[in-house]
C-alpha cells in the first residue's frame, strides 16, 4: 500500500471512531480528511496551533467540534551573533531527532527565535533533545498562552488585468507574459490553495493563496473594481522568499 492510500484508509479509520489525526499537509491530504469525514457522516475540525496554520490536525466529531486539538508550541531562541538558522534548517535538525514529519507543524520564523508547533506526545521528547540547529545552539522551551502569528514579509501590489484567471494573475504578480505564465500553468508548476492548478482560465477569488514553483507565493487581497480601460483592478500580496 503506497502513502497516499495508507493515509486516506487510516483517516476513514479515524473518521469512523471519531478520532484525531497528525498533522497534515495542506491541499491533497486536508481534501482527503474531508473526504472521509463525509463518507463517515461526520464533522471535521482543523486546527495547528493558530489561526492560519498550513499545517493541521484533523479532528473528527459527530455533535461538538474539540476545543484541543493537541498541538503544543514550543519556542526556540538562539544568539545570532553565532548564526541565524533558517526554516530548513530548523526542520532539518528536527527531523535530526528521529521524529516523523507528521508530528510536526508550522515553523515560523521571528527575529532571533522561531515557534515550532509539534503533538503534545512528542515535546518532552524535543525539550530534551533538541538543542541545536547545525552549529547554532538553541534554548528550547514549551511556550503558553495566546498568540498572534507574526505579520508576512512582502510587498502589496496593485495591478490591473484583464479578468480574474490564474494565468493573468500570476503573469501580474511576477512581472511575466501571459504565455510564461501559461506554461507554467501547463507544467504543473502552479497551485492554487495548494493544490496543483491545471487549468489557465481558472478563476481566482480573493483569499486564494498562489505558489508558483522557483518565483514563490501570492495572495490575492481584493478586487478593486474595473479601470477606465475596462480591466480589472486587483489588489495582491506577494510574499518574500
Known amino acids: 500500500m503506497d502513502s497516499y492510500a495508507h493515509l486516506e484508509a487510516r483517516l476513514s479509520e479515524l473518521a469512523a471512531r471519531e478520532g484525531r489525526s497528525r498533522f497534515l499537509e495542506p491541499g491533497a491530504q486536508v481534501a482527503l480528511a474531508q473526504r472521509a469525514a463525509r463518507e463517515a457522516g461526520v464533522e471535521v475540525a482543523l486546527g495547528g496551533g493558530y489561526p492560519g496554520a498550513e499545517r493541521v ?34 526542520l532539518g535538525a528536527l527531523l535530526g531527532t ?81 504565455e510564461q505564465a501559461q506554461r507554467l500553468v501547463r507544467q504543473g508548476m502552479v497551485k492554487r490553495n495548494h493544490l496543483e492548478c491545471a487549468r489557465a482560465d481558472a478563476r481566482v477569488e480573493a483569499g486564494d493563496l498562489i505558489s508558483v514553483r522557483g518565483y514563490g507565493r501570492l495572495r490575492v487581497e481584493e478586487e478593486l473594481g474595473k479601470t477606465r480601460r475596462d480591466r480589472l483592478a486587483v489588489r495582491l500580496f506577494r510574499y518574500s522568499r
Open 57 to 90: 490536525v484533523a479532528a473528527f466529531y459527530r455533535w461538538e467540534p474539540p476545543e484541543d486539538f493537541g498541538v503544543v508550541r514550543l519556542l526556540a531562541q538562539w544568539n545570532g551573533k553565532y548564526g541565524a538558522p533558517g526554516h530548513r534548517d530548523l
Open 98 to 178: 528521529g521524529v516523523e514529519r507528521e508530528m510536526l507543524g508550522d515553523i515560523l520564523l521571528c527575529s532571533g527565535c522561531a515557534r515550532v508547533f509539534v503533538l503534545e506526545e512528542i515535546a518532552p521528547y524535543l525539550l530534551s533533545n533538541w538543542d541545536s540547529a547545525g552549529r547554532v545552539k538553541l534554548r528550547v522551551c514549551r511556550e503558553e498562552g495566546d498568540f498572534e502569528p507574526p505579520e508576512p514579509e512582502g510587498v502589496y501590489l496593485r495591478e490591473t488585468v484583464n479578468s480574474p484567471r490564474i494565468d493573468a494573475i500570476v503573469a501580474a504578480g511576477y512581472g511575466l507574459s501571459r
